[in-house]
């Protein structure tokens, strides 16, 4: 198999066909970016500013690999159509994407779509296996909202208060979601600090996955000291279908049952807006968000899995087995 072409020398139709791939799998996801997304992808994909290799779609179902740089942190994305050969034509665009990075660059997330499951996590691991790499699974959740009827939901905790999520700042729920999810598996995922978490909230707000469902989100606020005890927010994926983005408690308020009321009140008010279903992914390593949700009746509908990879020290760039 040749290697893969950079995507500078691609035409418009087959990056088209390709990015408009990627955002059929995230829409099954629930993960599609909004917009021009894709439109604006060929444009930076074909002038060189989102780097990016590929295979024509003719060749088998063909695949793209690329990545977006937020100073020396960087996401990427590996795509390759589900025909003969896709992990390996994966493989080959994983590689070429992490031969290419940088030298400044010491972090990187990739995930997977088109391909098998079992090759992806085949190639995640195989990936993995480079000095300062990890795979990181993670699962979909579903759960009936109207069949089951509204679950039970109490006052808020004692000392608490429900507050609307738009009555905090955004630099608030920022600094929430730093401490709620630092130092775990989710937090490589994210990005891992305050000023990046607070642009994923922000992004939320501004719906850019999926309308965001203000009427289905609520934060627990502690009056004194003043501070965000934890929150819930949920966004909309289609008339019946609703996504949980985020769902965090502050570490030093966990063990007191806040997390499954704010569980359940989101759920309450999804039934009562008329939503069907209520979807959400976890991390396989986020053991008690796992047993919180089995117990509150999602159950495992889908899997996918991350690379991610952290420069060892003295590294150059990330070694790619040819």
Do not use: C
């Not at 996401?75 to 030298?103: K, Q, T």
């Not at 983005?245 to 502050?250: A, G, T, Y």
């Amino acid at each position: 198999m040749d290697p893969p072409r950079p995507a500078t020398t691609a035409s418009a139709d087959d990056l088209l066909e390709l990015f408009q791939a990627i955002r059929k799998e995230l829409e099954l996801r629930e993960e599609a970016p909004s917009g021009a997304w894709v439109e604006s992808s060929v444009a930076e994909a074909r002038a060189g500013t989102k780097p990016a290799w590929y295979y024509p779609p003719s060749d088998d179902g063909g695949g793209i690999s690329f990545y977006s740089r937020r100073g020396p942190k960087v996401w990427g994305h590996v795509h390759a159509g589900a025909r003969p050969r896709a992990g390996e034509r994966a493989r080959r665009l994983s590689e070429a994407m992490l031969g290419a990075l940088p030298p400044d660059v010491h972090w990187i997330s990739v995930g997977f779509s088109g391909f098998d499951l079992r090759e992806e996590r085949a190639l995640a691991h195989a990936l993995a296996a480079r000095p300062g790499a990890i795979a990181i699974e993670r699962f979909q959740m579903e759960r009936t909202v109207r069949r089951e009827g509204p679950p039970t939901v109490v006052d808020p905790p004692s000392g608490l208060q429900l507050i609307p999520v738009r009555a905090a700042t955004v630099e608030a729920l920022g600094e929430l979601d730093a401490r709620g999810f630092g130092g775990s598996v989710d937090d490589v995922v994210m990005g891992g600090t305050v000023g990046e978490y607070t642009e994923i909230v922000q992004s939320l707000l501004d719906s850019r996955i999926g309308r965001f469902l203000d009427e289905a989100s609520t934060l627990l606020y502690e009056p004194s000291p003043p501070r965000l005890a934890g929150g819930i927010l949920v966004s909309e994926a289609s008339p019946r279908e609703a996504v949980i983005l985020d769902l965090v408690v502050d570490p030093e308020r966990r063990g007191h049952g806040y997390g499954r009321f704010l569980l359940r009140w989101g759920l309450r008010a999804l039934h009562a807006l008329g939503y069907t279903t209520a979807t959400l992914w976890v991390t396989e390593a986020n053991r008690p968000a796992l047993r919180l949700y089995e117990s509150e009746g999602f159950a495992r509908t889908a899997s996918t899995v991350l690379f991610h990879w952290t420069r060892p020290s003295g590294e150059p760039q990330p070694q790619t087995s040819r």
